[in-house]
């Protein structure tokens, strides 16, 4: 709705930290009532200079302005946009995520216009040239005629340069000053607004739905809901994890609703990032295929949200405002009155958790489900003098199916910690008997220090539980994995997949399905893409990640497993052996058996008893600063202001050190989420006002953290 005469605009400016929760109230002048609204961007007196900054409320003015010499209300001085940014339901949504996530609206509201839209100037409306049938000469010449003649035939116009480039730009203007032709402004697309279309598939309306299912299965169905969407008028936003699977995914969705699907992720360069976003917001899309920061599309009639592979990491934002995308997603439905989908092969717990509790529906899709799988228990390797990194039966399984003419993929984690102490005897690793998580062993000071709490103690000489002396560190890496194989497999070529050689991928991923190569070992790169169809997938060291300093490493490992296991193909018939040290965790036997839901129930027990979500609210404080005794005097000031406001404060702690910084972390942990942020806020304050040069360190804070450690 647009200002009215006598109103006034708050305006947020589009600057630095500083004032950026802080809207400026400008009065709007006469002439620019009908362009003011909120969304768009306006320029405005700031002192002596002009700033541009974001319209986010108008009211009427309280009132004449005050007595001479008191401060005065400004009159804004232009609106640069014919149409909003962003709608009131978006903006909504971005002080929502404001509140949620402890940071500024401009932050927020920068999710909702891109950079490379908020900071540029827009470009003046194309003219049009139109005809002016009353006005025509009877008298012309040959070019005159041909340009009035291709006018008259075009009632609405066309663009004057169009006809300028064909060479009749001085016809053009002399048919202008003769009064035949006159030049109007382009009309711009009005975008799409209104609520949400009438019926539709069950989605559009009621619980959020979780979708479980493997990936084809999913997609399928994925496909379908948005086709319906469609046809009812409604508008859908769809997102995956990685840009390869968005490429995917929209080439699906276009084969079944047509050409008004746009690609929009982050890696798209910035003029089409640009362009893109410009046609999402005037209409000329109805489906939007992205990564996580298509969830802000500027979509008028949203009908639908998908969130696929809801439970991966990189739904989560890694800086302000840290918000994470399901919750996201289910707040802009809410907000919009759109359907929310949650997919995955593997949910979150969280979402596990409240599907049971009722507050989601359950959809489970057909699915292939894993290929055959072989538990390898190393222990029994060990006892019978075979210590070796790979099993005998993996190298007979390995050698069978590159006899028959399949491919092999070897999987080692190397994500976290790995240097943790494991009993050879009977599987126990040694954890922290307050957080739950194990503690990473420090072979140079044969120490063992809890990553959450901070807790540090001398490695034990003898296992905890079973008394045994065979506790040892484990960890193999892709490179020792890789000697290995080329030393058992001589005949055969051999490629590695981790960080380091991350740039071949392509290159192997085509030789790899050409048969050229049918010899991989890599880390989680494996499964980029969903591009590896391996006969058989060998899991080297299943229990590197169940070990991992965060109560998260069990779901993440159970996770992760079903990904890389879930890469098996034919022909021959798809295997996998799964190498470990606790045959018997719930992870791998969840693996084993297919037994989801065991696994999850046996997971939300442990986190009740521990007090971990979804049953208590996180909070990440890390204090960084120039050595360790600065951070730690800023973590220091942060717990105690976190632990008057009520929350339990595990450390501090010290954290990897980053961009040349030392850090010291705390985790704040409350029953309820409005308890948390509250301390998580006073922790904040606690650190002093942000900026550059700051003395005295510098504090992050992410509310629902992903990452503990």
């Given at each position: 709705?647009?200002a009215?005469?006598?109103?006034?605009?708050?305006v947020?400016?589009?600057?630095?930290?500083?004032?950026?929760d802080?809207?400026?109230?400008?009065?709007?002048?006469?002439?620019?009532?009908?362009?003011v609204t909120?969304?768009?961007?306006?320029?405005?007196?700031?002192?002596?200079?002009?700033?541009?900054?974001?319209?986010?409320?108008?009211?009427?003015?309280?009132?004449?302005?005050?007595?001479?010499?008191?401060?005065?209300?400004?009159?804004?001085?232009?609106?640069?946009?014919?149409?909003?940014l962003?709608?009131?339901?978006?903006?909504?949504l971005?002080?929502?995520?404001?509140?949620?996530?402890?940071?500024?609206?401009?932050?927020?509201?920068?999710?909702?216009?891109?950079?490379?839209?908020?900071?540029?100037?827009?470009?003046?409306?194309?003219?049009?040239?139109?005809?002016?049938?009353?006005?025509?000469?009877?008298?012309?010449?040959?070019?005159?005629?041909?340009?009035?003649?291709?006018?008259?035939?075009?009632?609405?116009?066309?663009?004057?340069?169009?006809?300028?480039?064909?060479?009749?730009?001085?016809?053009?203007?002399?048919?202008?000053?003769?009064?035949?032709?006159?030049?109007?402004?382009?009309?711009?697309?009005?975008?799409?607004?209104?609520?949400?279309?009438?019926?539709?598939?069950?989605?559009?309306?009621?619980?959020?739905?979780?979708?479980?299912?493997?990936?084809?299965?999913?997609?399928?169905?994925?496909?379908?809901?948005?086709?319906?969407?469609?046809?009812?008028?409604?508008?859908?936003?769809?997102?995956?994890?990685?840009?390869?699977?968005?490429g995917?995914?929209?080439?699906?969705?276009?084969?079944?609703?047509?050409?008004?699907?746009?690609?929009?992720?982050?890696?798209?360069a910035?003029?089409?990032?640009?362009?893109?976003?410009?046609?999402?917001?005037?209409?000329?899309?109805?489906?939007?295929?992205?990564?996580?920061?298509?969830?802000?599309?500027?979509?008028?009639r949203?009908?639908?949200?998908?969130?696929?592979?809801?439970?991966?990491?990189?739904?989560?934002?890694d800086?302000?405002?840290?918000?994470?995308?399901?919750?996201?997603?289910?707040?802009?439905?809410?907000?919009?009155?759109?359907?929310?989908?949650?997919?995955?092969?593997?949910?979150?717990?969280?979402?596990?958790?409240?599907?049971?509790?009722?507050?989601?529906?359950?959809?489970?899709?057909?699915?292939?489900?894993?290929?055959?799988?072989?538990?390898?228990?190393?222990?029994?390797?060990?006892?019978?003098?075979?210590?070796?990194?790979?099993?005998?039966?993996?190298?007979?399984?390995?050698?069978?199916?590159?006899?028959?003419?399949?491919?092999?993929?070897?999987?080692?984690?190397?994500?976290?910690?790995?240097?943790?102490?494991?009993?050879?005897?009977?599987?126990?690793?040694?954890?922290?008997?307050?957080c739950?998580?194990?503690?990473?062993?420090?072979?140079?000071?044969?120490?063992?220090?809890?990553?959450?709490?901070?807790?540090?103690?001398?490695a034990?000489?003898?296992?905890?539980?079973?008394?045994?002396?065979?506790?040892?560190?484990?960890?193999?890496?892709?490179?020792?994995?890789?000697?290995?194989?080329?030393?058992v497999?001589?005949?055969?070529?051999?490629?590695?997949?981790?960080?380091?050689?991350?740039?071949?991928?392509?290159?192997?991923?085509?030789?790899?399905?050409?048969?050229?190569?049918?010899?991989?070992?890599g880390?989680?790169?494996?499964?980029r893409?969903?591009?590896?169809?391996?006969?058989?997938?060998?899991?080297?060291?299943?229990?590197?990640?169940?070990?991992?300093?965060?109560?998260?490493?069990?779901?993440?490992?159970?996770?992760?497993?079903?990904?890389?296991?879930?890469?098996?193909?034919?022909?021959?018939?798809?295997?996998?052996?799964?190498?470990?040290?606790?045959?018997?965790?719930?992870?791998?036997?969840?693996?084993?058996?297919?037994?989801?839901?065991?696994?999850?129930?046996?997971?939300?027990?442990?986190?009740?008893?521990?007090?971990?979500?979804?049953?208590?609210?996180?909070?990440?404080?890390?204090?960084?600063?120039?050595?360790?005794?600065?951070?730690?005097?800023?973590?220091?000031?942060?717990?105690?202001?976190?632990?008057?406001?009520?929350?339990?404060?595990?450390?501090?702690?010290?954290?990897?050190?980053?961009?040349?910084?030392?850090?010291?972390?705390?985790?704040?942990?409350?029953?309820?989420?409005?308890?948390?942020?509250?301390?998580?806020?006073?922790?904040?304050?606690?650190?002093?006002?942000?900026g550059?040069?700051?003395?005295?360190?510098?504090?992050?804070?992410?509310?629902?953290?992903?990452?503990?450690?």
């Open positions: 709705m647009s009215a005469a006598g109103d006034c605009a708050e947020l400016l589009d600057r630095a930290a500083g004032i950026a802080r809207p400026l109230t400008y009065r709007v002048p006469a002439g620019l009532h009908d362009g909120v969304g768009v961007r306006a320029l405005v007196p700031l002192g002596a200079r002009t700033a541009l900054g974001f319209v986010v409320a108008t009211r009427p003015c309280d009132g004449p302005d005050p007595e001479p010499g008191a401060p005065r209300i400004r009159d804004l001085l232009d609106v640069l946009d014919p149409i909003p962003f709608s009131p339901a978006l903006l909504e971005a002080r929502w995520v404001s509140e949620e996530t402890l940071s500024t609206l401009l932050d927020a509201i920068r999710c909702l216009v891109p950079p490379e839209v908020a900071r540029r100037r827009p470009a003046p409306r194309p003219l049009l040239a139109v005809a002016v049938p009353d006005r025509i000469p009877r008298t012309l010449g040959r070019r005159q005629q041909a340009l009035v003649a291709l006018l008259l035939a075009a009632p609405l116009g066309m663009p004057v340069g169009a006809l300028a480039r064909g060479g009749g730009g001085p016809s053009l203007k002399r048919l202008v000053a003769l009064g035949a032709i006159r030049l109007d402004d382009a009309p711009r697309p009005e975008p799409v607004t209104g609520g949400r279309p009438e019926g539709g598939r069950a989605v559009a309306t009621g619980l959020p739905v979780l979708l479980w299912g493997d990936a084809a299965a999913r997609a399928a169905w994925i496909v379908d809901a948005v086709r319906e969407t469609a046809a009812r008028g409604g508008q859908a936003i769809v997102t995956v994890p990685e840009v390869e699977l968005a995917g995914l929209a080439a699906q969705l276009r084969a079944a609703v047509g050409d008004r699907v746009a690609l929009f992720h982050s890696e798209l910035p003029a089409a990032h640009r362009e893109t976003w410009a046609r999402i917001r005037e209409g000329a899309a109805d489906v939007v295929c992205g990564t996580r920061s298509a969830l802000f599309a500027p979509l008028g949203l009908g639908l949200l998908v969130v696929d592979d809801e439970q991966d990491r990189s739904y989560k934002a800086a302000a405002p840290r918000y994470l995308g399901r919750a996201v997603a289910l707040r802009r439905g809410a907000l919009e009155g759109a359907g929310v989908v949650l997919g995955s092969a593997s949910p979150s717990v969280e979402t596990y958790a409240a599907a049971d509790a009722g507050a989601m529906r359950t959809v489970r899709v057909a699915s292939g489900g894993l290929p055959r799988v072989t538990i390898v228990d190393m222990r029994r390797e060990h006892d019978e003098g075979r210590p070796g990194t790979l099993s005998q039966a993996l190298i007979d399984a390995m050698r069978g199916h590159l006899r028959a003419g399949g491919r092999v993929a070897l999987f080692i984690n190397r994500v976290g910690y790995a240097r943790v102490l494991l009993c050879q005897e009977c599987g126990h690793v040694v954890r922290c008997p307050r739950l998580v194990p503690m990473p062993f420090d072979r140079e000071a044969d120490t063992i220090r809890c990553r959450v709490c901070g807790r540090t103690e001398k034990p000489q003898v296992c905890p539980r079973c008394k045994g002396v065979s506790l040892r560190w484990i960890g193999a890496g892709t490179k020792r994995v890789e000697e290995v194989v080329a030393r497999f001589p005949d055969y070529r051999l490629a590695r997949v981790d960080r380091e050689t991350a740039g071949e991928f392509d290159r192997v991923a085509r030789e790899f399905a050409a048969g050229r190569l049918r010899l991989v070992v880390t989680q790169l494996l499964a893409g969903r591009r590896l169809r391996p006969s058989l997938v060998g899991v080297v060291d299943a229990d590197v990640p169940l070990y991992r300093p965060d109560f998260r490493a069990a779901e993440r490992a159970f996770q992760q497993l079903h990904a890389v296991l879930g890469l098996a193909g034919g022909p021959p018939a798809p295997d996998a052996f799964v190498q470990t040290r606790a045959p018997e965790h719930p992870v791998l036997e969840a693996i084993r058996t297919g037994a989801d839901d065991a696994f999850y129930r046996d997971e939300l027990r442990a986190r009740r008893e521990f007090g971990y979500p979804p049953f208590a609210a996180l909070a990440r404080v890390v204090a960084s600063g120039r050595d360790l005794t600065e951070a730690g005097a800023l973590a220091a000031r942060a717990a105690e202001a976190a632990r008057a406001h009520g929350a339990e404060v595990l450390g501090p702690s010290p954290a990897d050190p980053a961009g040349g910084h030392a850090r010291v972390q705390c985790l704040l942990r409350a029953g309820t989420r409005e308890v948390v942020r509250d301390a998580a806020r006073a922790a904040r304050d606690a650190a002093g006002p942000p550059r040069g700051r003395r005295g360190g510098r504090l992050a804070v992410d509310i629902d953290p992903q990452e503990i450690a």
